[in-house]
């Protein structure tokens, strides 16, 4: 049972564990004028990130899975684009790779159908995504908050 407790131990590090992340490994490609994707060279699996130039601000679609991966990202955008005025963070639903960096952007707008925050619920509620490593509670609890909040800011729906 202790050759259990320890692997299961040791399974559990190796999930939380992201690799270092420097600037220089942020891959960043001019699409338009006014639009990047960026990307990370030394994690396998990652998500497409893209930030459009608008006249209210930077706008976000998607955020990294490790919310200071997003910080790195994000400076990369920042540098690239020459300002850090971020008008909004959308996602297109509420997994957590698409999801959890929204944290890298603490006082910006989150735009999703409603439906994004009850999939990440979902998520984290079933067995089989909890035992994935999905289970983040007050994660889901803060982002039906900052949800609740701008859609009422943007008299959307309450």
Not at 28 to 45: A, F, H, P, Q
Not at 72 to 85: F, H, M, Q, S
Not at 87 to 104: E, F
Request: aromatic share 8%; glycine share 6%; with cysteine.
């Amino acid at each position: 049972m202790k050759h259990f407790c320890n692997l299961l131990l040791l399974c559990g590090i190796a999930f939380l564990w992201v690799p270092a992340v420097n600037a220089q490994d942020v891959v960043v490609r001019r699409v338009t004028d006014r639009v990047i994707t960026l990307s990370m060279t030394n994690l396998g699996k990652h998500t497409n990130i893209t930030v459009i130039e608008t006249q209210k601000g930077l706008v976000v679609i998607e955020t990294e899975f490790v919310p200071s991966v997003m910080e790195t990202i994000k400076k990369a955008a920042e540098k690239e684009l020459g300002r850090n005025d971020w008008a909004y963070v959308i996602n297109s639903h509420g997994h957590l790779h698409h999801a959890r960096g929204n944290a890298a952007f603490p006082d910006t707008p989150i735009i999703g159908y409603s439906k994004t925050m009850m999939d990440r619920f979902k998520a984290t509620l079933s067995s089989k995504e909890g035992r994935r490593g999905y289970c983040d509670y007050a994660g889901v609890t803060y982002g039906i908050k900052v949800l609740r909040q701008n859609l009422a800011r943007a008299r959307l729906t309450t």
